[in-house]
């Protein structure tokens, strides 16, 4: 297959190549004497159908595959995947039968194939056909990716209700409220959301100092919604179209080629025809007026006052009147996005968490030193960089000793810094100054 432009900007064509190789040699060992083999192995190989099918259209953008290349690409896995979908349901019963994997709204891998397969095939029936592979279970479904579904293909239903997945919410909802915000100050806001996407993507492997010489996984994502959003709303992107990760090429593509005939029904800026509402901000408690007491003004202040997360925290641990061990404490405040809990030789979780806890209080983009090193010495001195910069916007970071090999820590208001530690005191939580810690 030829690569003509690697597209990742961190990419490298040999590790490309192989991973194209791997999904290939796969798919053909799955399929190689299928007609014969037993029904369990047939329903395996049309199960990962739709893996392999997603992983090698977004890895062959991102290696630089033509875009005529990866358009006939996408034609011709959707109708695999129609195909392996309908031979999984006819199946339903079998003991071993697995559910169809059908292109549901809070998966990377899905976004990625939905903006190929609607910004790059022309033809009117293929709507039709993506749409068959669309979930149609609710806690597969999102307000965000259904509303753009809904301005290529005007026949979708919308759902009357959407639970918001916390991991997917994270790349959900800076786009939300560009599309929510007035038509005007739209470019501007997916500007700003671009300004972010890197950070945002740490999670699924993004970092700034990534190994290309294959110590690193590799990085094969790109901001797919954001290319939706621009096509589905007519946006401007001049002033975000330079990004490494912004599918710039395909969006170009989409405009001169299908908007002005395909999606020629819809009117310029309109996306859905639908009003687009943005999650509200999380709830915070005035942290001067709560009467919270004991362990639950101890999580309230470590959360910064956001009421889902503390009543989160609180349902899984009780309120215990001291502590022994603050394993499940910070297991809880971590999973709320609300701690730093990481092993000691687990730079990229820490920073992952720190970043986390300086957007959730507004504070801005942590950037964390570089490696090398690495392990244990990046993490300290990162965490010592970021209690500088906390105390430098009103927050200070305070160290949780576990007695264990772990870091463990929460960030509180300067204004609230003292009572946090009498309350540590009085719940027999350990605390430490970054400058103790950090600086061994």
């Known amino acids: 297959m030829k690569i003509e432009c690697m597209r990742d900007p961190a990419g490298d064509v040999s590790r490309y190549a192989k991973v194209l190789e791997s999904v290939a040699r796969s798919e ?12 369990e192995v047939r329903l395996l190989y049309y199960f990962r159908v739709f893996e392999f099918s997603i992983k090698n259209l977004i890895h062959q953008y991102g290696a630089g595959v033509s875009l005529e290349v990866i358009r006939e690409e996408a034609i011709s896995r959707t109708a695999t995947m129609i195909e392996s979908s309908e031979f999984l349901e006819e199946h339903a019963d079998h003991p071993r039968s697995f559910h169809p994997y059908p292109l549901d709204g809070v998966q ?12 790059l095939v022309e033809q009117d029936y293929y709507l039709e056909q993506v749409l068959e592979l669309v979930a149609t279970e609710p806690e597969k479904r999102s307000y965000l990716v259904d509303n753009l579904l809904k301005a290529f293909i005007p026949q979708y239903q919308l759902a009357q209700s959407y639970k918001m997945d916390k991991y997917a919410a994270v790349w959900m909802t800076p ?40 110590d690193d996984n590799l990085f094969c994502d790109f901001a797919f919604e954001v290319a939706l959003a621009v096509c589905a709303y007519d946006i401007d ?6 990004h490494p990760y912004y599918p710039r090429d395909l969006v170009e593509y989409y405009r001169a080629n299908i908007r002005h005939t395909r999606d020629a029904w819809r009117q310029d800026g309109v996306g859905s025809g639908v009003l687009v509402t943005a999650p509200p901000l999380p709830a915070k408690t005035d942290l001067m007026k709560s009467k919270r007491k004991g362990i639950g003004r101890w999580i309230e202040l470590a959360c910064d006052g956001n009421v ?25 405040l971590s999973g709320a996005g609300e701690a730093i809990h990481a092993d000691i030789k687990d730079d990229e979780t820490t920073l992952i968490q720190a970043g986390q806890l300086a957007e959730e209080r507004g504070l801005g983009e942590f950037d964390s030193p570089a490696g090398p090193p690495f392990g244990p010495a990046r993490c300290s001195a990162s965490l010592l960089a970021f209690s500088a910069w906390l105390e430098a916007r009103g927050y200070r970071l305070v160290d949780l000793d576990n007695d264990d090999d772990a870091w463990h820590a929460v960030v509180v208001k300067a204004d609230y810094y003292a009572e946090l530690i009498d309350l540590s005191n009085t719940l027999k939580i350990r605390t430490r100054t970054p400058e103790a810690v950090y600086n061994d």
């Open 237 to 242: 992107d001049s002033s975000f179209r330079e």
């Open 28 to 39: 053909k060992a799955m399929k190689g004497g299928l007609v014969k083999a037993p029904l």
């Open 175 to 214: 786009t939300l409220h560009a599309l929510a915000g007035p038509r005007e100050q739209r470019a501007r806001a997916m500007a700003d959301n671009l300004k972010s996407w890197c950070r945002i993507m740490r999670p699924w492997g993004w970092k700034p100092d990534l190994d290309t010489s294959g």
């Open 308 to 332: 889902d997360a503390t009543e989160s925290v609180l349902e899984v641990i009780g309120k215990p009147r001291r502590f022994d061990n603050i394993h499940e404490l910070m297991e809880a």
């Open 108 to 119: 990377r891998g899905s976004i990625g194939f939905i903006a190929l397969a609607l910004l």
